[in-house]
């Protein structure tokens, strides 16, 4: 199964990585005797001080095995049923959560609004917000969800997001960020946690860890602290309040505490770039967290597929673009090789 | 930490034991390399191959993080939002998932039916389904959820669920069994897998390990497979399709191949045979399982709490009745501890 | 078509009769020239007035078409989806609308207290929620909801009402009354309708007219003001906001300002008394509003029906026990006829 | 009132119409003694005969009492909540009907498809079906909704609907037609109501009544028949089936019965014709049914209304835009008025 398995040069997505050694002893540390289940241990017990800490503000914090779990978990607290959540069309919950936002919501309805790179603007979404009706007619506005890295591994910066947050919060939304690649995002801006979450008018954050070197471990981040009681029996009654918290909480204790979550993002992010600089004038947005598109062509994808790199279609397969994922744990000589490859289509 | 944590003699819940070595070694194990997402790994793809020797019988399995995440999920297969799901007044989906299957189905009606020790009876089954109305205007008769053990830690005979999935079968029901001590109930029974579940006519199982030694890690077994596509998306929709499947599979894959769902079934209901012994007169129901109910009268359980032990009241605390539960790991000293305290009553 | 619709002698229930001529009359009053639609019409905007002089409180109140829709969007108002809603095991909510008010709250959960004469009693209430958790793992306790008259045909007294609203308060809930036949009940109990509502503590009231005389006209009545924008958006989602709400509203404001609400009561009500002497010790409960439930054994069923009166077993039919219902147009020399008929038995 | 009611020249829309004599009568006429109810009553028995008639197929037709309830029932039948449902943008199911196709689904998605004149086209349903994954990370395609006629008031030719309902069928989605104005649709078409529907491949249709004469009565018609019992239960369920059914199926009868549907079309359509030659190059769309666009410019619409001339705007108020809808029962007087002075801007 070795060979079977660390062979292909996977390519693919983040997920498909390993847990770093830190965190897969973090959990064989926490497997020491008898701890109260459902979170009332001594791991999830520190989740708030430590996160706390890592964002410079009071938080709440609670530990999830998913990242779609922690989506919309976050935005069922944000939005009522007859609610309108807005996001950009590439957004993960919009695409890859098999309208997840929609069953723990209670059926809140997704709005779209472009924007380039993935992003949404400030103006943008004045511009909707101005022209929707609020009778009883429309569903209401209630969220907006943001994504950090977005789905083209671009990131916002720390005053595109409170420009976002005001329009949202002068039109009464709360606003959810999608952090599944939230170390990406800020190690590339070399900012501080907070200054692109609750200091730029952040509600709640999906924290994500598992892309990043975890087993499976994501943390939902209160900053607004009025929501949380909604939240916890929502967890709950979803079957993601776990009885053995305290394996999923020392991974995210080990995440922040030791480092790894910014030495794993500097590590794929390096791979990134150095990808996205093999792939040139090919590539289709700035390479800023651990992702690249590129337009490689019909051919240019075949040939890097005859020659073992993994990688998914990004659009139409006849659309030519490939999408790339550098993970933490990606072989520093696969990287080298699909350097070569792309430089050579 | 360590002393706060090993010192209290916990008999809280099987959810606060520690997860068994071979667990843990199985999950360090499938750390190794890049695996695709999602369930496509080489691990989750033998689950139904192994699953199905274990039940021996053709199934299709899935690997979850949570017992209230497969119980929901296998009963919003099973039934409409229109639909009634019978169970008994104790079972867990009724009284500890904060009305999770209310969630997952859209809004489906338990309906309660009495029982002693737990137990649902073919006979109870059929007078309530018999004075059920099917017109519109009532919920819409559609599954029945038996807990294998019962929450009162008594275990159904391979009889006496074949009586009650053919009532429902002859009403047209399907039928979920919650096996989240399934182990430990099989063990007692000392029947093979398949005679109290597929054999007698069930049609998807909650299949759980965590309580018997895994870190995180059950399964819904489905042998009628029919059901097994609309599953999928419920599961990937609800957040519970886990990206690094791997590791919630390997621990499946480990429990049932190494045989320590047994070996840790057995020690568990060995102590509780040695506690229920002790508590003699006292003992409400039959020790099956690894749970014990106990008249202890107020006085008591004070005497054993001052003395370090730590359960749960059953009911309203002025009632007097303690639920003592036995855990794989549970340390014999304590036990024995356990024992006497109960003899000194 | 004349004979074969008026020649039964139907005591099926309230809902089969025609529509009081001073209703039908308001219909057509109100078609005159356009009016604007979904409630911004002169006569829903007298709603308020008027039923809050109905009343004799301030309150909100909303035309809907059928009982189901008032019941279920008033529940989803009291209740998150984690919410556990108290009932009646009789209770219309919980029998006899398949299931709606787990698809109008999101899947909130039933708990039916049993009661005699189909009551919920202040005692009961207390002990229920005195013993339920409220840890995450339960259903959140959120409303209780009676029937005023209850299925089985009996009226609460306000210090009833008032004493189980004390209970509710006092443990966070809110209540709601389903006044499918309140007409029959306030005229049998000879009070003021604010008696056993709001000065009762009544939060809210589905206050029916369909039963007595309209065509097709309930209203939700909002004596806790706070609830309404939450109300008004799930009606709307619900698809219950009717575009042509004059001659729903029309029917109401004359139900009530002419006085027909108390007048067919008292007639269906008087009906209801003769039959109930008429069965003389075969009546099973109190007559106190416009049915009766009567053991008539299965051969004094079956005369009745051979001589062609209609109404419903109650229960299963081998349980002998009829439920007639008394509408407020029933013909006097049916009703003569069934008295005679009954005394006969 | 009369003057506060009847002089405004409303335009604002057809909901705010009145109901035309032969419907009123037909409720009159239905007011004859006891009927059984929810539908057990013969005059709703006889919809399918009729309306089957009226499309030359058989159907199973229901009804109900607004638009919405029948557009988010049917297509509640025709999804699973982890479907996604295709329409476009300006559909009324998207925009004006505060989220109820999610809230009836249990959370399908809406996925807007752009299109001139608020048409989908075969092509457009096409090439995006074609690019929608069907993996479990996406929501799965399950229907398509049309508006005949569109919310532009323009009408699809059979063709039209023909092409697209193949397309949906290929990829094995099912198709609902919104069809609030079905009868300006078909009136302008001169086609047979089954051209546009069954013939063409709708599955079901939503066939209001309501905008064009009746009180309140819409029916859910089926040309697919194995999805009626699905409809029924989530009918009771959501609180739309009637107790006093008769009285809405009696709109229904004599509104295909007496013609009333096309006469009343007819009327409407004509003033609409006349109105939009009025607006002349400021019409924005062609005038197929009973709705005009025209880009009057802010001035332009500030003279009209203070000629008393009310409508509402389409978009934002800044864009200029007027939407005039004629009803059946419009003053001519007031047509004539509003044409000279659309004619003066």
Not at 136 to 148: D, E, F, L, T
Not at 267 to 290: K, Y
């Amino acid at each position: 199964m070795e060979d079977r398995l660390t062979q292909p040069k996977r390519f693919f997505s983040d997920n498909t990585a390993s847990v770093c050694p830190e965190i897969l002893q973090a959990i064989s540390a926490a497997n020491r005797g008898h701890a109260v289940a459902y979170g009332d241990d001594p791991w999830t017990q520190r989740l708030d001080e430590v996160l706390g800490e890592f964002f410079g503000a009071q938080v709440r914090a609670f530990a999830l095995a998913t990242g779609t779990a922690a989506n919309s978990l976050a935005l069922a607290t944000l939005t009522p049923p007859y609610g309108a959540i807005y996001c950009h069309p590439e957004a993960h919950i919009a695409v890859d959560e098999c309208g997840a936002p929609g069953f723990f919501s209670g059926g809140a309805q997704l709005e779209r609004i472009e924007g380039e790179q993935a992003k949404l603007t400030a103006d943008a979404l004045a511009l909707t917000l101005d022209g929707h009706s609020v009778s009883v007619h429309s569903v209401q506005p209630a969220a907006v969800s943001i994504s950090q890295a977005t789905e083209l591994g671009t990131a916002y910066r720390p005053a595109e997001v409170a420009a976002l947050c005001e329009v949202a919060h002068q039109h009464g939304l709360q606003v959810h960020m999608d952090g599944a690649r939230f170390a990406n995002a800020v190690t590339h801006l070399g900012c501080h946690p907070g200054d692109v979450t609750w200091r730029a008018g952040v509600d709640v954050l999906s924290f994500g860890a598992t892309k990043n070197g975890a087993l499976g471990a994501e943390a939902v981040v209160f900053f607004h602290l009025g929501l949380v009681r909604d939240f916890e029996l929502r967890r709950k009654r979803a079957g993601h309040l776990l009885s053995k918290s305290r394996f999923v909480s020392a991974q995210l204790l080990a995440y922040v505490e030791s480092g790894v979550w910014r030495r794993n993002a500097q590590r794929a992010n390096g791979f990134a770039q150095r990808i996205g600089q093999a792939a040139g004038r090919r590539l289709l947005h700035p390479v800023e967290a651990n992702e690249v598109f590129a337009e490689l062509g019909i051919e240019g994808k075949e040939s890097l597929r005859a020659a073992g790199f993994e990688f998914y279609d990004w659009g139409p397969p006849a659309a030519g673009v490939a999408r790339i994922v550098a993970s933490w744990d990606q072989d520093e000589q696969h990287v080298a090789a699909l350097c070569a490859a792309l430089a050579a289509i």
